[in-house]
């Protein structure tokens, strides 16, 4: 494969698998930020690459790209000038200058392939997006879980904070307009971190929001220690702040001694610290305290006690920018869910029907929590299990994570971009006996 540049290569004890050896010279943060080109993206309709679709598009780009589904945001972008097509055909990124591609793409893929043999530039998606993040003061949000939430809540403060930040995030985002934006007028780029594939050792932000590390993705890592060394290399390359989760053991371990770290939290211990918290049915008040004094109080319109955590490592981010407490306040009262995240898609007096993208042990016990604190008189669980290697993993943290609901109906499992199982039925998961 034709590396962007030898920095970004897969670590050796878990690397991606390459496409040849070959580098090119391309200064690619000049490539995609200062310079216009005709650009293809293979697995366009995927939440993350939509996002960088619609980067490249504002920055003046020819985009096109490939996939083998459509979805609303493939239709938005073509209004936008994107070229979609339906199917993953060589032909159609001939004229391409560059060629990234998403890491649920296989290796196989025609269209990589005949890139590779004809020595076009291939870049991950990561890559590309790392390096539109270098023409500004990035932020990286990251962690296992809530880092959509906090990227768009992160977002949004800036936002209205006048700070007029370009932002990637990886869900659609109502108050935001999109999932994805570029500014020209602001200094700073806010991006979600993936964590999956290794690629988040591709930053150099200037600050990083680290919300908690756990076991996850285990298709990919070996185990517990590679994934921390991936978010420890993140840690080491951020030129400024490590705001941290003090909450979360592994976090903790990974930041503390780091200087410029500053921690949040609801620990006695931390910077800015959460308490009298008070939830109510789909929202939440709390105070925050800045090393021992009392900054004041806000309130979420979202639910769950997780989601105040996630405000509080906003507050601290946006507290060591600059941007007023008063200020961030009103901002958080105004924040709205991402798509799927909590996302009520009925309600009456008999029923209300919740949307969640929860798909780790620790998500499902979080939502489930906020679910019963609504006091509803019975709480009903519907679950697809989300990729076979997840599952097979995880199946005994599965089989604990439901013990808020009432009753439980479980799906087969969603296979995302692994091969199908045909015979691993839900009854097959063992998270259920």
Known sequence: MNLASEETAAPAEFALEEFGSCTVSLDLPRFLTREQHRIHLVGVAGSGMSGLAALLIELGHAVSGSDKVSTTETERLQRLGLRFHGQHRPEHADAAQLVIFSSAIKTDNPILVSARDSGKPLV?????????????RGIVIAGMHGKTTSSAMTAH??????????????????ILGTNAHWDARGEYFVAEGDESDGTLRCFHPE?????????????FYPDLAAIEKVFAQLIDQTRGTVL???????????????????????????????GEVELRDFASSFCV?????????TSLNVPGEHNV??????????SELGIPFEKVAVCLRRFEHARRRFEIKYASDRFLLVDD??????????TLKTAKAIQRRRLVTMFQPHRFSRTKAMC??????????????IADVYPASEARRLSMRSRDTGIVE
């Open 309 to 318: 955590h996630n405000a509080l490592g906003v507050i601290a981010l946006a």
């Open 357 to 366: 993208y929860a798909h780790h042990p620790t998500e499902i016990r979080a």
């Open 289 to 297: 305290y800045r090393r021992g004094g009392k900054l004041g109080q």
């Open 244 to 274: 941290y989760n003090v909450d979360d053991s592994n976090a903790a371990r990974l930041c503390a001694k780091r200087k410029r770290a500053v921690s949040y939290g609801f620990s006695e211990q931390a910077d800015y610290r959460g």
């Open 396 to 409: 005994r943290e599965f089989g604990s994570a439901f013990d808020d609901a009432d009753r439980v109906v």
């Open 124 to 136: 991950r998606r990561a890559e590309a997006l790392a390096a539109i993040m270098r023409e500004k």
């Open 157 to 174: 403060v800036l936002r209205e904070g006048g700070l007029h930040p370009s932002h990637y995030v990886g869900a659609e985002i109502p």
């Open 207 to 219: 600050h990083s929001l680290i919300l908690n590390i756990e076991e996850e993705h285990l298709d």
